[in-house]
């Protein structure tokens, strides 16, 4: 399993694409949020939408959901095939209702499933997307009121949807055998709604070393060297899991 970030920024990064990855496994292509600047940002690394086999959501923020538009009505009118979509089945009507309904409807094409073939998933259950990938969806907290979900590929590799600190998640996955981590990271304190790097820093250096931060501010590279045995994820470079 391979992932390459197309974008490591926070929402309101301006050197940094928005903090959307894609992950390869024996030729499937996996996109794991689709932001805003995703379209752009897919076209600069290189790729376009039809060489991408699903799409999958953590959760309904612009930075995650924003390019969801983009790709229906790219996939439908220059490419004439229904990309499929992975979601919590939380988040299924939300997404329509509250995102895309207004953009995406026209006569009769007036459903989610107009656009995408809808596979809802259920936290806590794993489900095979591809050959050698799995997931699991973890709700993790983020914001009062805002479902948000978090990923375990084939139970090695942990990925942080937008979420508070949350110590014993942590070490209960690194006890579990996850061996690497992908944690969204503020660096300026107080986190709020992600966790900050204040908070990531007080983790055991033993779950530090499997931890790589991502959807960062624009401030990063001042922060290199203060991250204890954490590392920043670098966008568009390519990491084997
Ligand atoms: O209660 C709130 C809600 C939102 N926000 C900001 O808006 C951003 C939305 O995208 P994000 O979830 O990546 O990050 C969020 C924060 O930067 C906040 O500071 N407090
Ligand atoms: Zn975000
Ligand atoms: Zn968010």
Request: contains cysteine.
């Given at each position: 399993m391979q992932i390459t970030m197309i974008g490591t920024g926070s929402a309101f990064a301006k050197r940094y694409d928005n903090n959307n990855a894609l992950i390869e496994a024996n030729g499937f292509r996996l996109l794991v949020d689709c932001g805003i600047t995703l379209p752009k940002?897919?076209?600069?690394?290189?790729?376009?939408?039809?060489?991408?086999?699903?799409?999958?959501?953590?959760?309904?923020?612009?930075?995650?959901?924003?390019?969801?538009?983009?790709?229906?009505?790219?996939m439908?009118?220059?490419?004439?095939?229904?990309?499929?979509?992975?979601?919590?089945?939380?988040?299924?009507?939300?997404?329509w209702e509250s995102t895309l309904r207004g953009g995406l409807t026209q006569e009769s094409l007036n459903s989610l499933s107009d656009f995408f073939e809808v596979r809802p998933l259920k936290a806590g259950e794993t489900y095979e997307l591809a050959k050698g990938l799995n997931v699991r969806l973890i709700q993790t907290k983020h914001i009062a009121g805002k479902a948000s979900f978090?990923?375990?590929?084939?139970?090695?590799?942990?990925?942080?949807?937008?979420?508070?600190?949350?110590?014993?998640?942590?070490?209960?996955?690194?006890d579990?055998?996850?061996?690497?981590?992908?944690?969204?990271?503020?660096?300026?304190?107080?986190?709020?709604?992600?966790?900050?790097?204040?908070?990531?820093?007080?983790?055991?250096?033993?779950?530090?070393?499997?931890?790589?931060?991502?959807?960062?501010?624009?401030?990063?590279?001042?922060?290199k060297g203060k991250t204890g045995r954490m590392r920043f994820v670098e966008q568009r470079k390519r990491y084997d899991i």
């Open positions: 940002a897919l076209h600069e690394a290189g790729l376009d939408f039809a060489q991408l086999d699903a799409v999958l959501i953590s959760h309904i923020h612009g930075d995650h959901v924003g390019g969801l538009e983009e790709l229906a009505f790219q439908m009118f220059r490419y004439q095939r229904k990309p499929v979509l992975y979601i919590a089945e939380e988040l299924v009507q939300p997404i978090s990923f375990v590929f084939n139970e090695r590799f942990f990925y942080s949807a937008d979420m508070k600190f949350d110590s014993n998640l942590l070490q209960a996955l690194v579990e055998g996850i061996e690497t981590i992908y944690h969204d990271c503020q660096l300026e304190s107080p986190g709020v709604v992600h966790a900050s790097l204040e908070q990531l820093l007080t983790l055991p250096e033993a779950i530090q070393e499997k931890t790589w931060l991502m959807h960062y501010g624009d401030a990063m590279e001042q922060y």
